[in-house]
């Protein structure tokens, strides 16, 4: 497959992202994840598929408009319940049975108000390369460069590999967003490309990692260890999640895995637990159960800092 037809699945790209590594980056973000983290703040990415989404605030109601119920040809769309808009206006808006729905699209055509709207879009590497070429000047005047983020990323290997390459071969700097739980042999070929993997590790326990999250952590450790060994360059992330992860002791663990590959430990950034993905679940049309409680505190937060810089580790919260 040559540029042209080798496509990933993509559901958003950001330019000017700060929060995705070194500098101002430009972010790929592909569907697909094997992991269910309860917290998820991009629950649209989870998915392998292209699914159709929906948000209420950009609906102008079914009275003004409608068009989404006469083309759906499975009859998924009907009136709602009159109800308020965000402004206490009187509104109704349509409900889509997705137990029907073939995620054909043509209600998100039909939707002139983007209130409707698929996510998910085979993207070929060219169009994503140019996107990339116009934004790189922002990567030179930061330090920042190209992160591939998911979903898990890894999931979509040829694309992205490809995609580092190109970015590698132009001299951008690159950073892979990965949960790791990702075949050893997909990591091995994109470590050539790779300046920084974004490293997720979100409990050293596996039973209680499978139990919450559905996969075991062990691949996930393991392939930490390889990258080190490797020459790779690792910035670790911790999403702090209440009840989960959060205590003194599943740190002091942390801490003591990373010790031995602490060379290759660029950063350890820690990332509390908020609300703010929440919203995101209602879109999704699908009944998901949302983890909501409540972030951990500043105080802790900073306790968990000092804790890891005690044991001689570069460590941010945020
Ligand atoms: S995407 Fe689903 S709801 Fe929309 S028209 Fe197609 S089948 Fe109907
Ligand atoms: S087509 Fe879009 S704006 Fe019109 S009623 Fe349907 S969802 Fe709302």
Known sequence: MDNKTLTGKIYDIQGFSVQDGPGIRTTVFLKGCPLRCPWCHSPESQRFETELNWMDIRCIGVDECGKCLDVCPHGCITRGPATQNAAGEAITYPVVDKTKCDECGLCAKACKATALYMCGKDTTIDEVMRRIKHDRPFFENSGGGVTVSGGECLSQPEFTIELLRQCHELGIHTAVD???FVQWNVIE?????????????????????KQVIGVPNELILENARKIAEAGGKLWIRIPTMPMFNESEEAYRVVGEFLTPIKDAVVMVQLLPYHKMGVSKYARLLRKQQVFVAEPPSEELMNARKTQLEAMGFPVRVH
């Open 189 to 209: 070929k994109a470590l050539p490309y790779t300046s920084l993997f974004l490293y997720d590790l979100k409990c050293m326990d596996s039973a209680l990692h």
């Open 178 to 180: 990965t949960t790791g």
